[in-house]
């Protein structure tokens, strides 16, 4: 005799069911319809068990739904790494996936760690790109928020942000919830053509799947990024974007009968993401070791971004940046406004060198932003003012960084340090761009300049830096003299 | 009175959806009766259809029990009758075949006689997929006594016996 619990549908309404039955059911648990759709138990009500279905079909009033012995889980392995799948694991790129019998399957709703299991974040998360490594940096562990409006450059920047990890044993999990089919398969071949796809995981439900499939994406990408970090690695998470994930949870909750709240979200709207993110962070040995850095994608009206998602995003996380469609516009990238960009973890992971350029770059700007609205008064400016406010621009200009280049920390502090040093200020915007790259070239090859390079680490203060590298413009020079530039001709930077 | 009335169509009804078409009937019939309106259209193909049966078994319901049932008590008899609905717990039985009446009065009152209660009820569904015997849904747990449950319990030996004749 077979025993089973079962139940029965009292009423459907699109995805969500109601069952009469299963007295011993818990949430996460799934259950199978007699026509073998799948759903999961989202909610113990008095006298029904509320189910969200992962299958779509027509539910039948008194259909019978039995309940499995498994519970909401994937299944997991290092087989996955370079594949594309969905929030239930099973895979969307075409190919089968190879379990190799050493797959482990770990439920998706998991408790965070708590504080005894994690060690302070002390080491900095290397994205490669000038603006972020410097002025707003992100340690390995950390969540940071990217939120910005429509067409500001926040998926480009995410992507640049997995193609710089190659070569540093950080695993990437790219998790789409809710994107159009086009946007991902455009993603998929920008990794595939990259080779970005041999250390990452892509973990989509498009627009076009039912919504509590969408709603599990971030689930599934923790689960498995948790996956990851116990092998002691470090791991890159981006959540694409988060306000989709709260606008289909809305959804789930006003259908299923939720009192709706403050722009009718549902009451518990902070706590779905904030018991996401808790599952980041750095983790000492005794929990695998590795970390997991969270980086949420957020799109805002930049007119009005103090609204209650935005807000709810940038409590629960360790800094934000944000992107603006008008510095895009402009030519910026990538289109961070550093004034409006924080960072609270961060500065404790920076090298002591570049952490004391990173408050010098910050005092000119400061400088340069009050000058700026004088100097609109004045048509005779003092030599201190023009000097400040041309140092402003060349800065403008080497911060600025075109997708899918990688700068190291350490020509990024020779790079930025250079303002402060007389080469740049006879020049412009685009002798100063073409220059950038001949620096980035010539430091990897001329003796004295790698010389220099590798010893950057044994300076003590930031203004001793600057003298030195001020001795070296000759050399310098030698390579950026008018017949060696010519800044019409774009060199592809390999990155030691 | 309530009980009196709920106990008279539990006399000879034994299935849920018995129960539910002969509630029906009955209240269509008094409605006319009392209020002289009622749903139910004698033109109406499909209705006639369906409460038909029903309606030639209130044609023999107990006359002396029909006649208490009055303008003032009616709402209450049959909010009483939809409460013992929505209250009891159905058993549910899966069979591969579709029982007939008879079979369908000889299991009502085996199961009444076997647990000992005069008003219960139960519910049936067809599922060839149990090849044989029946399977049993109370309370949200589900039994299976079926052949195919038993077949997959015994699959190993099964398929160890049947190998003895196969050639190699």
Known sequence: MNQQEVGYVTSSRDFLVFLDGMPTAKINDLVISESGKRGWVSALHKNEVEVLMLDEGVINPGEMFKRSDSRLSISMGEYLLGRAVNPMGVSIDGKRLMATGKDIRSELDRKAPNINMRKFITEQFVTGITLVDTLIPIGKGQRELVLGDA???????????ILNQRDRNVVCIYASIGKPISQLKSLLEVLKDTGAMAYTVVIAASSSEAAPLI???????????EYFQKSGRDVLLILDDIGSHAKIYREISLLSGKTPGRESYPGDVFYQHSHLFERAGNFKDENGGGSITAIPVLEVNLADFATYLPTNLVGMTDGHLLFNSNYRNQGRSPAIDISLSVTRVGRQTQKRLQNLLSSLIRELMAKASELQTISKFSSELPFQTRLTLKQKEVLDELLNQENSTRISLQMQIILLSLTFTPIFLDKDAESIKGSKTVILDIFTKDPALKDFLEKIEDFESIEDFIKKLTLLIPVINKYLMPQNINPSIQVQQKQP | MEEKILNEILKDTFTLEDFKKRVMALKLVLEKKIFASSQYKSGSEIENKALDNSMLWVQYFDKNILNEITGENFREI???????????????????????????????????????????????????????????????????????????????????????YLRH
């Open chain 1, 151 to 161: 067409h500001s450059g926040k998926t480009a920047f995410t992507v640049d942000l």
């Open chain 2, 78 to 164: 049959f909010e009483h009758i939809d409460h013992f609905i929505s209250e009891s717990t159905t058993l549910t039985i899966y069979f591969v075949f579709i029982p007939d009446e008879n079979q369908i009065k000889e299991i009502g009152h085996w199961l009444r006689d076997s647990l000992g209660k005069p008003n219960v009820i139960f519910d049936y569904k067809i599922d060839p997929g149990l090849i044989g015997g029946c399977a049993i849904a109370y309370k949200g747990i589900y039994k299976d006594y079926s052949l195919k449950a038993k077949i997959r319990q015994e699959k190993t030996l099964l398929k160890e016996e049947f190998g003895k």
């Open chain 1, 215 to 225: 709603y599990l994406t971030p689930q599934t990408a923790f689960t498995v990024a």
